[in-house]
């Protein structure tokens, strides 16, 4: 974002300091490098990369089973050298500009309540001023009649919006649902017989593998890289992100500010991932949200223009032999870990599923649902794999022995999702 998570930034705080809350939380600083299931820590060092909105400060009635629109899959080029031109020629009239404007109220610096300034201006100076943010996007049609699919970031808190298609049309755009926790958003224009894009299948996506990137970076549009598919599976964590909930395709192929929300394609022209942040400082470090899960989640704010997510409310972190060595050997953690593997829960949120079921600080998840706890990762992705009240089975570690726990998952409260 050039609309960035780094300059929304928080320290990385824990809500809710209460002596409640103190009582089920391990007060250590190897905390820090624990992460967050369902709760909000945002990281550094991280843009994601749509144009910035802050200039340096920062339901559809319809419900469709298939917002998607099915294409036929163009052969994988081997020998033409222009096929990259090829697939830009046939997908970029479906690759769109958004420009967005908000609103935003910032405050007079204290140094006007000084009695000086008072003196000729008297109480006049206003506390707070207001100015109009613009920013820009991209986007990529996904159904004829004008649905797009594009980042949350890109629309979030806009007071308008506006497409602009590859044809020079602009269209006022609708804003059917946005969901903050994977950064993905849909909204819809009045038009028809629109170009759309072919959907790939990013599960079956290989390191290596031919990677083409189109946006509008700075504004400048239809631009179009080139590279690979450097790495899949990248943790949030990992990114920088560790308030998102998605597992990002890594690609070298440039993305800049204003690629945010355009279409990664492979060498057939399908789209394999969402365009969404480049790692800052960086070169040949761009990440794309997997397509399967921009699907998922775009389904859903299309027929209900939100999303529920699985939610369990712990913070943990992998057990490592130095870890393991750093916490045995600080007598004020109050624990001692006999385990060299599995995933050690830090903090049980107060009144959260994980309290209901009797997880408690200083747990080790040793198994979920027959899986092997090797990473947090792990016990991220079960939980995402689960539908809102669905059910975990966990074996822990406790005490020294083992106790297995049924827990049901809840929803993931707005007010965390807001606070993204």
Known sequence: MQNEPKERSQSN????SSSATRKTSLAAPWRKSASYLSMMLLGAGIAVSGSNLATRLQPSSSVATSP??????APIPTTDPNFVANVVERVGPAV???????????????????????????????RTQQRVQQGTGSGFIISSDGRILTNAHVVDGARSVSVVLNDGRRFTGRVLGTDPVTDVAVI??????????????????????????????????NTVTTGIISATGRSSNQVGVADKRVQFIQTDAAINPGNSGGPLLNARGEVIGMNTAILRGAQGLGFAIPINTAQRIASQLIAQGRVEHPYVGI???????????????????????????????????????????GLRAGDVIRRVNGQ??????????????????????????????????????????????SQN
Do not use: C, W, Y
């Open 68 to 73: 998607i629109s099915p294409a036929i899959a």
């Open 188 to 221: 819809k224009i009045d038009a028809d017989r629109l170009p759309t894009l072919t959907m790939g299948n990013s599960d079956q996506l290989r390191p290596g593998e031919f990677a083409i990137a189109i946006g509008n970076p700075l504004g400048l549009d």
């Open 13 to 16: 705080q824990v809500h809710n």
């Open 315 to 357: 913070q943990m972190v992998a057990i490592t032999p130095d870890l393991r060595q750093e916490i045995n050997s600080d007598p004020n953690n109050g624990i001692t870990i006999a385990e060299d593997r599995g995933v050690l829960i830090v903090r049980v949120l107060p009144n959260s599923p994980a309290a209901r079921a």
């Open 96 to 126: 769109v500009r958004i420009d967005a404007s908000r609103t935003v109220t910032t405050r007079v610096p204290d140094v006007f309540d000084d009695p000086f300034f008072r003196r000729f201006f008297g109480s006049q100076i206003p």
């Open 372 to 417: 092997d706890a090797t990473t947090a990762e792990v016990v991220q992705r079960a939980v995402e794999n689960t539908s809102v009240g669905g059910q975990l089975q966990l074996e822990i570690r406790r005490g020294g022995r083992n106790v297995n726990l049924a827990l049901n998952t809840g929803a993931f409260p707005a007010q965390l999702q």
